[in-house]
């Protein structure tokens, strides 16, 4: 239906628009918005969904080599996982109008974004436990204020991912604390994890706020809760008690109680790798979407063979 059709000018939509932000309520698919919010949305969509799918190689590069049978079915269910978050984070975009054939085309033609998280190797089985502490840990902290998010769809996606996301935190811990309690060489090997992964998963929050171009907006309209910097806070005070009780260290001298903040503070991590990791130059960018590339086009009949499979049951019933 057109604007004309409901008697409403664009201004009236707007108002509308607006009124359901201001009043916390969620804008929904079939409502009227504004192309900025739209585009937005598909942007940090589709850059979550990629996220979730590259997220799967640098765990999955362990499947084939766990060390037993019980962590190989842990892991596998995990990887299992991350494909089923960004089977929801792909519909969700959808809704907003775009095809999710066109995204993984953006994907691999390194035209959109994924996290830099999954640009960094995965090394020994500890980063498999670090994996599910540091980086399940931050991208829950980042996520749970989505379920809250004003648009529907991926609001209500986040509910179930960030349930599922908690089950990997855990599971990556104790898989952690397992090895802190088995043998010198298995302590070394999860502070050596440690002291690789914990500066990557600080950036994974995204640049300081002083460098976000989109936080100011994109909190305007309840699209995020909380700036990077609050949220990159809350996950080093949450962080630090655990990484006690595993008796590893975490590699920043910085990294102090204050007493007067209420908080801990820490340095800066090093925004030029940031920076570099983002624009294609991190260690694995290249092995990563080459690998994605490759999984695409080996998957075309499969594709081929669904579409036609669908095609003939509608014919079917038709
Ligand atoms: N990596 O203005 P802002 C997971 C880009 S968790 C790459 O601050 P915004 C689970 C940003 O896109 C990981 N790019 O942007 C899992 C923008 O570029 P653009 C995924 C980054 O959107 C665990 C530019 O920098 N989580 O997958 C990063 O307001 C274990 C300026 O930045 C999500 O996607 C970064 N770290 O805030 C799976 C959560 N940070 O588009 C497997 C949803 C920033 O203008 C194993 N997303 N950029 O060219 C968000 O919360 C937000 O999009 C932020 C960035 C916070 C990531």
Redesign the pocket.
Known sequence: MTTAEHGLTEEDLHGVFDETIATDQRIEPRDWMPEAYRKTLI??IA??AH??II??QP?GNWILRAPSLRRKSILLAKVQD?AG?GMYLYAAAETLGVDREELTEKLIDNKQ??????NYPTLSYADVGV?GWL??GA?IC??VP?CRCSYGPYARAMIRICKE?SF?QRQGYELLLAMVNGTDEQRAMVQESTNRFWWPSL?????PDGD????QQ?MDWGI?RHT?DELRQRFVDMTVPQAEALGVTLPDEGLVWNETRGHYDFSEPDWTEFKAV?SGSGPCNAQRLAHRRRAHEEGAWVREAAQAYATKQREGSA
């Open positions: 942007r940090q850059q979550h996220s979730e997220g799967m765990e991350e978050h974004k994924y996290s830099s998280i999954f994996i980086v399940d991208a980042n996520q989505l996301e990997h950036m994974m929050f995204g640049p976000s171009p989109n936080t994109s995020k990077n983002i």
